[in-house]
């Protein structure tokens, strides 16, 4: 009963590395999505994917990539990372309920550190 | 595009003092409306949502009632613990007629609760 499982829980970053912020669920959803979350900005989304090979850019796409190549794992690509991508950021997976209405499973999050 | 709006944190109590949490919106359609909590270190869990107007939502003693005359959904619970010391998100999905929101969420700023024993 793993839910939503996000790879690694803290990470520290180099100004210009990238790296791959892992994301997997098991409970067969079809939509999976990634925010960022600052302080007093609450969550903001970064990207989305309604299913595999589908993907859409959210409030802030910028310097992220994603592919959902499974309907399990949603991976997050920064390119080059920039100390204003500091940030704790979370996967999410959502089904189609009910009336179109939808709920979110959040992962434990990710918290990336660029130095 | 849609919008939440919290009341400015963070939020003080004693224990077993009454709690609100206020939370307006700004949405085209027929949004459905989330709280989700947040404990220290851990990842978002949704506490109660409300899915249509006049509809409430209830769990731990939290409540919220969707008022789509007032655009808001205000939380609270008549007793806090010191358990509930978390921050509280607001939370809008959706508010296209007859459509879907992909699991999209729009959220509010965020709300620390701090409760004193």
């Known amino acids: 009963n793993a839910g939503v499982t996000q790879t690694p829980k803290f990470q520290v970053l180099k100004t210009g590395q990238s790296m791959t912020l892992q994301c997997a669920q098991d409970?067969?959803?079809?939509?999976m999505s990634w925010y960022r979350q600052d302080p007093g900005m609450g969550l903001r989304l970064i990207h989305y994917s309604v299913g595999a090979g589908i993907t859409d850019q959210g409030e802030v796409p910028n310097g992220y990539n994603v592919s959902r190549s499974t309907t399990e794992d949603f991976p997050l690509r920064l390119l080059s990372a920039a100390p204003s991508q500091t940030s704790v950021y979370f996967c999410?997976?959502?089904?189609?309920?009910?009336?179109?209405?939808?709920?979110?499973?959040f992962g434990q999050g990710t918290r990336l550190t660029v130095v | 595009g849609d919008s939440v709006t919290q009341m400015e944190g963070p939020v003080t109590l004693s224990e077993e003092a009454f709690l609100t949490i206020n939370c307006t919106y700004t949405a085209t359609g027929y949004p459905s409306l989330f709280w989700y909590v947040q404990y220290p270190g851990e990842g978002l869990q949704l506490l109660l949502k409300a899915t249509k107007a006049d509809d409430k939502g209830s769990n731990k003693g939290f409540e919220a009632t969707y008022r789509k005359e007032t655009t808001s959904f205000h939380l609270e619970k008549g007793s806090v613990q010191v358990s509930d010391s978390a921050v509280y998100f607001c939370a809008l999905s959706g508010g296209y007629a007859g459509g879907t929101s992909y699991g999209k969420l729009t959220f509010g700023q965020g709300t620390i609760l701090t409760v004193h024993p």
């Open positions: 409970m067969n959803h079809e939509y």
């Open positions: 999410a997976s959502s089904y189609l309920g009910q009336g179109g209405i939808t709920e979110a499973f």
